[in-house]
């Protein structure tokens, strides 16, 4: 019995004596480095106690010497933004200026030299339209019923058909004159003369070709801007293009005054409802002049280079510029103009 105390006393007295020598002796820790502060030394046990206001972050990050200074930190940009340009001298993520981005698709910019001119024949063409092409438009999709208006865009589509097929054979696009042609058959006899349209249900598609595209197919590529009266935009190429349509013009073989001027007239007035739809974007516009001016040189450079893209390419191209009702100009057909007879004929 004393001999098992005994062992109980020794074998506490040994676990006491490991537990003390596990312990670090407080003599032992070196002693704490002094607290510089202002470049001046000052004794550990002098250091301030810690306050809640310690726990905010300072307001200029602390930066070793030697180390590169952090860059300033936009006052737009979060919280976090503002830690990581502290911590790694960076500043903040900018998606609009990132290197890495493709660059911006430019608009082609206008050749327009004659600005001062064509402002002031854009503002007379203005006025004319205001007191008389808008009020007949509106007057005539009022009166005349939607399926009667798209009989009249059918039958002016068709005879300029002709015209097309002939600028695309000058172009070297048989294939598409090829096309062109059975659209107009298709149409002058299933669609009673064009009233109706068939050859685009049977998968003919609609085209509009020019004698200033053929010019600009040709190599006639970059040509200054030009707003003429009445007809609008225009370029110098698509002046000599006008010139170069107006014996191909059917209407203009009419001999008939009366029936000749009545179907101009007509066909200028279709041809003004179809825009009266982007009356409301040019009435927001801050320069209403340089929006018709740019659309329509977009317009046109894409129906110029349009034929040499392949499906793919054309895939990614807005849908204004695809489509051929979109943006019409004046034609050829729809304008008086005087009657150009050589001496004796």
């Known amino acids: 019995m ?4 005994i062992s ?6 040994a676990l006491a004596s490991a537990c003390a020598t596990s312990q670090p002796a407080a003599s032992s820790a070196p002693p704490p480095e002094p607290l510089v502060v202002d470049g001046t030394a000052a004794p550990a046990d002098s250091a301030p106690a810690f306050t809640a206001s310690d726990a905010e972050p300072a307001a200029t990050p602390v930066q070793a010497a030697g180390d590169t200074p952090a860059a300033p930190v936009e006052s737009g940009s979060t919280g976090a933004e503002q830690d990581f340009a502290a911590i790694y001298g960076e500043e903040p993520y900018n998606p609009v200026a990132d290197p890495t981005l493709p660059e911006a698709v430019q608009a082609p910019r206008a050749y327009d030299p004659w600005e001062p001119f064509n402002r002031k024949v854009h503002r007379f063409n203005n006025a004319v339209d205001r007191t008389i092409a808008r009020p007949l438009a509106r007057a005539y999709v009022e009166v005349v019923p939607r399926p009667v208006r798209l009989g009249v865009s059918n039958f002016f589509d068709n005879l300029g058909q002709p015209l097309t097929m ?13 096309q062109t042609f059975a659209r107009f058959i298709l149409n002058s006899t299933l669609g009673v003369g064009g009233l109706f349209d068939p050859a685009s249900a049977a998968g003919l598609p609609r085209r509009r070709e020019d004698f200033g595209q053929t010019l600009g197919v040709w ?6 801007y ?3 009266p009445f007809f609008g935009p225009r370029t110098v ?12 013009s059917p209407v203009r073989q009419i001999e008939d005054d009366k029936t000749r001027i009545f179907l101009q007239g007509l066909n200028l007035v279709d041809t003004r409802a179809q825009l009266l739809s982007l009356d409301s974007l040019r009435e927001d516009a801050v320069d209403d002049y340089a929006l018709v001016r740019d659309s329509w040189m977009q317009r046109r450079a894409y129906q110029i280079e349009g034929g040499r893209k392949s499906d793919d390419e054309q895939n990614g191209l807005p849908d204004y510029l695809l489509d051929e009702e979109s943006n019409p100009t004046v034609p050829v057909d729809a304008m008086p103009m005087p009657e150009i007879s050589t001496p004796g004929g």
């Open 226 to 228: 030009v707003e003429l």
């Open 2 to 5: 004393n001999l098992f105390r």
């Open 8 to 13: 109980t006393i020794a074998l506490l007295a």
């Open 237 to 248: 190429r698509d002046t000599f293009g006008l010139a170069g349509d107006m014996p191909l």
């Open 166 to 178: 002939v600028n695309q054979l000058l172009q070297g696009r048989p294939g598409e004159a090829g």
């Open 219 to 224: 190599g006639w590529r970059t040509s200054r």
